[in-house]
C-alpha cells in the first residue's frame, strides 16, 4: 500500500509519552503510528526533525462571528487564526448577527462556512423558540447549546426557571451538552443601573457590576434547575472560588457537570485593568490575584476540565469607547492561548500530559468529536506540531484574526506553533497559511 504522507522523527504524544516514532496518513486519517521500518510506502515524506507532536487541539469556545458582524472576524480570518494558534478544530459559539437558535440559522451558517474552512468547525445554538426545535436543532448537527445567563440572547426567557428547567430537561435526552455563560442577569443588570445612576463609567466599575457573586448566583441557580435531569452541563469560563468549589460539590453529587477556563483569567488578574485599562474588559472580568490561585489550584487538583480561548474579536474602537458601558467585552485568544500555556508548562504550574487533556481529550469527550482529540490509527489525521524549544515574543500585528491587538503583546513566551496539520492536509507552517481552499469539515454533535 501507498500512503498519502509519513511524517517522520516525531516526538508525539502518545497514550500519555512522549514517543519517538513516525505517523504514516491515508485520506485524511491516521493510518499508522510506528517504527520508521514498519512506515508503509508513501506519496510524500516529511522529517519532522523532532519536533513535538500533539493530537490536534480543539478549542470549544471560539465567537467566529461573520454574518452582520463579518467586520470583527469571518470564517476565513477566524479558521486562519485557529491554524496558527495550533487549533485544527473549533467550536463557535452562536451570539452572532443573527443569533444562532434555529434549524434555518444554523444551516444558513454551515452553508456560508462550507467553503471557508481552514480548520474543522463545529456550531453551538442558543436555545430556540419552541422546544419541539431543540431536537431538530441537534439533528441539524448543532454540537451544544449556548445558554447565555448574563442577558436575553436566545429563546428561553433566562429570568423563568420553569421554562428554563423544561429547556434544560428537554436538551437532557438529546446527547449534546449545554454550555452555560453564568451571570445572573437580574443581579447584574442591578448593578449596572445604580453605577450608570452614579455616574461610574472607568473600567474598574466594570468590576463592581459583574461581581463575584453574579457568577455564582448563576452558577447556583443552573445547577438548581438540573436536579431531577441528567442533562450535562459544561460552565464556560469559570473566574471565581466559590464558583468552582459549587461546580465540584455537583461533579460529588454525580452530576454530568464539566467546567472550563480561560487563560485571560489565568494569566492576568484585575491588577492589569490598571495597566491595560478597557482593553482587558471581558465577561465574566478578571478577577483578584485570590481568585485567580483559585483557578490554578483547579487545574492542579481536577476541579477544572478544559481550557477554552474565549476568542472574542472585537475592533480596536469598539475596545477603546470613552465610557466603560459602551466597551465591547472580549479579546482574541486563539493565537495566544497554546504558547501562554506552554511558557507555564516551562515554569511547572502544569504538565504537558494536562495540556492534552485540558486542550484535545477533553473537549472531544465532553462533545462527543469521538474521532479527534488522540493520536490513534483510525482518528482524523489532525496534529499540533510544536517547536517547544522556540523562545518568541507575541505580536499582535502578525495575528491571522482581524483583532490585531493583545494585552499579550510582546510577551516572551515559549513553545512556537511549526505545524498544524488538519485532516491530513498542512494549513499553516513557519508562520504562513499554506492550504488552498476549503481543508477543514463541519463537525457534528449529538455523536456521544
Ligand atoms: O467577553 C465576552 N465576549 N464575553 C461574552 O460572554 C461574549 C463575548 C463576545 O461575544 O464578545
Ligand atoms: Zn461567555
Ligand atoms: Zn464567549
Redesign the pocket.
Known sequence: MIVDSVLTNAKAYLKGQITDCCIAIEEGKIQKIGKETNMPQADEKTDLHNLLVLPGLIDEHV?L?DEGRAYKEDFASGTAAAAAGGFTTVLD?P?NEPVTMSVQSLRNRMQLAQRRLLVNVGFYSEFPKTFPEIKEVVSGGAVGFKL?M?NQTGGVNVDDDSALKEALKEVAGQKVPVAV?A?DRTMLAANEAKLKKAQKTAPADYLRAHTEEVELKAVQRVLKLIEGTDVQLHF??ISTKGALEAIAGAKKASKAVTCEVTPNHLMLSSDDLQRYGSLV????PLRDRLQVEALWRGLEDGAVDTLGS?H???TLEEKMASSVWDV????PGLEVTLPLILTMVRKRRLTLNQVVSLLAEKPAEIYGLTDRGRLEAGKAADLTIIDYNCQFKIEAAKFKTKAKFSPYNGWEVNGKVAKTIVNGTVVYEDGEIIAKGSVGGIVRGGTR
Do not use: L, S, T
Request: include cysteine; hydrophobic fraction near 35%.
Open positions: 465567537h462571528r459559539m451570539n447565555f448574563g455563560h451571570e464556560c469560563h474588559i471581558m465577561a465574566p474565549d472574542a474579536p472585537h465591547k467585552a472580549g479579546i
